[in-house]
């Protein structure tokens, strides 16, 4: 059985923390694939901050380029909106049932995914929980922490207003900030 982390974002856009988790998972053996599932709409989250859909799934495909085991995923942008995790997971399941899927989450997530939809649902898949600055984690057997993982402190609200391009440099992949700059996407420049 192949064993795929999923990790559910806006990805509004993708930067580089996001990529530096995925490769923990992998580093750490908690997964053999990582599998970016693109939100197109956070039922907790507003639209009005988001980049349209095609944008951040364009950016996604371009940063996981040449990662062999990081997938880009648009099953959401088939489904009804809004995304719900429960739904995504029951169709993944469904449609490949030689996988074994877990949830790779951030601590702030972790700690609310009992409010989440269909949680009882959810909380049947192991979690794979990446530390949070600021989130304590409370011991729980079906959550795996990721261990020794350095805290990148990017923030996708910081890449989309900042005026710095040194910084943007360090927090995107060069694909994703050519991406950016060619669609006049980055507010503060």
């Known amino acids: 059985m192949k064993r795929i982390a999923l990790f559910f974002g806006s990805f509004n ?8 988790i995925a490769n923990e998972v992998l580093r750490q ?19 009005s901050d988001l980049l349209p859909e095609i944008h951040r799934w364009n950016m996604l495909q371009l940063a996981l380029r040449g990662y062999k085991k990081l997938i880009p995923s648009a099953i959401e942008l088939q489904l009804p909106k809004p995304s719900y995790t429960a739904t995504t997971l029951k169709k993944l399941t469904q449609e ?7 949830l790779l989450l951030g601590a702030d997530s972790a700690a609310t995914l009992p409010s989440w939809k269909n949680a009882d649902y959810l ?16 011991d ?3 959550q795996t922490i990721l261990q020794n993982v350095s805290l990148q402190d990017i923030s996708a609200t ?12 360090g927090w995107l992949p060069e694909l994703v900030l050519a991406y950016l700059k060619e669609h006049d996407l980055l507010i503060g420049t």
């Open 13 to 20: 856009p993708i930067h580089n923390g996001h990529i530096h």
């Open 29 to 47: 053996h908690k997964a053999d694939e990582v599998h970016f599932v693109l939100s197109p709409q956070n039922p907790h989250k507003s639209a």
């Open 96 to 102: 490949n049932p030689k996988s074994d899927f877990s």
């Open 123 to 138: 909380m049947q898949f192991p979690c794979i929980v990446h530390p949070r600055k600021g989130t304590v984690l409370e």
């Open 140 to 142: 729980n057997p079906t």
């Open 158 to 169: 910081e890449i989309r207003e900042n005026k710095d391009l040194k910084a943007l440099h």
